[in-house]
């Protein structure tokens, strides 16, 4: 709804545009000090962009160890969100990472979780065997259980976020879509619905963030990818479950290019969620048009189920859609447009955003405050990939 609509001022501290996970936590942060209003194109809730959903897996374990030191505070500030909104968000379950000793990632993953002292347990095909009959690890590989891991509830927690942010005195304009935005101090944004200015601007739209950013002049190396969410039927029900402790799993493949990842079955009874991390070219504008093609991705999912996960049935039951929004080298974006400091960018979550967002959010408050981040941001800076800046007209 337009904030005139009701009367009220449009001039505010911070713009965000785009209410996924990523700009509502922004919006959160900056609502506790700040006049705030969140803007998506879509009445909320929607599924159309990267944040929807049951699920999402959350973990320590990582290749690169900045994304390891901010998910310590992650799991503080998730806590938090789950006391201040009183509902569940996070259920312990473990990760297993499978893969082979002499895969680099699987190494630096493995050296990650003993660096930071992570509780953790490694296996060998045999051991695994025995602790996990179902999980069928071919003889040469082995397998490392963070313990700290486990599922997020990616609905509720989006929800929470934004019932917080409007609890705190921030304002939503839903059903608004962005259609220009003029730089400058006051920085103006219009949409279909109204004309609104802030002191600074944050853009947080997902795959969309490329149409955003020509707004402003800016094009980013960003994919846009078409990701098939895919569930699978236990044999017998429970296998997986978790109910019966079943961990969450990530496969680093030699011979897969993209790593498969696992929920235990939950969100539906009996159907373990499996998918590819990888997906095709797709615009977020026509991410259902193309539907009737078989699916490379299923087929790739469905041959390793058959060998590895023998309990499912190597057929999916369900079959969902989501978009990544993937940079070259899947690192985030998190910084200032060059031309223009109060407008921010947080793009590129490179699908493994998630369970980042809590100090995402808190980068990209500070950033719009022209505060000193909290982490050190070199490894998200977009001069990483060279300038392109279009010519503003
Ligand atoms: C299948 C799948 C599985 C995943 N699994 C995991 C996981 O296990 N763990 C993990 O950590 N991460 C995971 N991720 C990644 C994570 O979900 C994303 O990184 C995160 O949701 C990105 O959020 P976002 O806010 O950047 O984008 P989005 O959620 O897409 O939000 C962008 C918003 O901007 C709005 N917008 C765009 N243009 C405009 C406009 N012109 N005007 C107004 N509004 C606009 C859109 O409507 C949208 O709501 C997964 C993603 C997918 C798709």
Not at 247 to 267: A, Q, T
Request: net charge neutral; glycine share 8%; with cysteine.
């Amino acid at each position: 709804m337009a904030a005139q609509g009701n009367g009220m001022d449009n001039n505010f501290d911070t713009i965000v545009i785009g209410a996924g996970i990523q700009g509502s936590y922004t919006a959160y942060h900056l609502a506790r000090n700040n006049k705030t209003l969140l803007i998506d194109q879509f009445i909320l809730p929607h599924s159309r962009g990267s944040s929807h959903g049951q699920t999402r897996i959350i973990r320590k374990s990582y290749s690169k160890p900045y994304y390891t030191e901010m998910m310590t505070e992650c799991f503080q500030l998730w806590k938090q969100l789950e006391a201040e909104a009183n509902v569940e968000l996070f259920r312990q379950t473990g990760l297993l990472v499978l893969g082979k000793e002499g895969n680099p990632e699987f190494q630096a993953m493995k050296s990650t979780l003993v660096n930071n002292q992570i509780p953790m347990e490694s296996f060998t095909s045999e051991e695994l065997s025995r602790r996990f009959p179902a999980v069928n690890l071919p003889k040469e590989e082995s397998a490392v259980l963070d313990k700290s891991a486990g599922i997020l509830y990616a609905d509720r927690a989006l929800k929470s976020v934004q019932d917080l942010f409007r609890r705190f005195g921030g304002t939503i304009c839903d059903g608004e879509k962005v259609v220009d935005i003029q730089p400058g101090s006051p920085v103006t944004v219009t949409t279909t619905a109204g004309i609104y200015r802030a002191k600074s601007l944050v853009i947080t739209a997902g795959p969309w963030s490329n149409k955003l950013l020509n707004l402003v002049g800016l094009q980013l190396p960003l994919k846009t990818l078409r990701i098939v969410v895919c569930y699978w039927k236990e044999k017998v029900l429970g296998t997986y479950g978790i109910q019966k402790g079943h961990p969450c799993f990530i496969k680093i493949s030699d011979s897969i290019e993209h790593h498969i990842y696992g929920l235990p079955s939950n969100e539906y009874p009996g159907l373990m969620k499996v998918c590819y991390h990888s997906g095709s070219d797709a615009d977020p504008d026509e991410r259902d048009i193309v539907l009737q093609q078989p699916s490379q991705d299923v087929n790739i999912l469905s041959t390793f189920l058959s060998k590895e996960f023998p309990g499912v049935d190597p057929k999916p039951a369900i079959v969902e859609y989501c978009m990544y929004t993937v940079t070259p080298d899947s690192d985030f974006i998190l910084d200032y447009h060059p031309e223009h400091s109060n407008i921010i960018i947080g793009a590129g979550f490179s699908g493994h955003g998630f369970k980042l967002a809590p100090v995402v959010g808190k980068i990209l408050c500070e950033l719009s405050l022209g505060k000193r981040p909290s982490y050190n941001l070199s490894p998200f800076k977009m001069h990483r990939f060279g300038l392109n800046l279009k010519s503003l007209l």
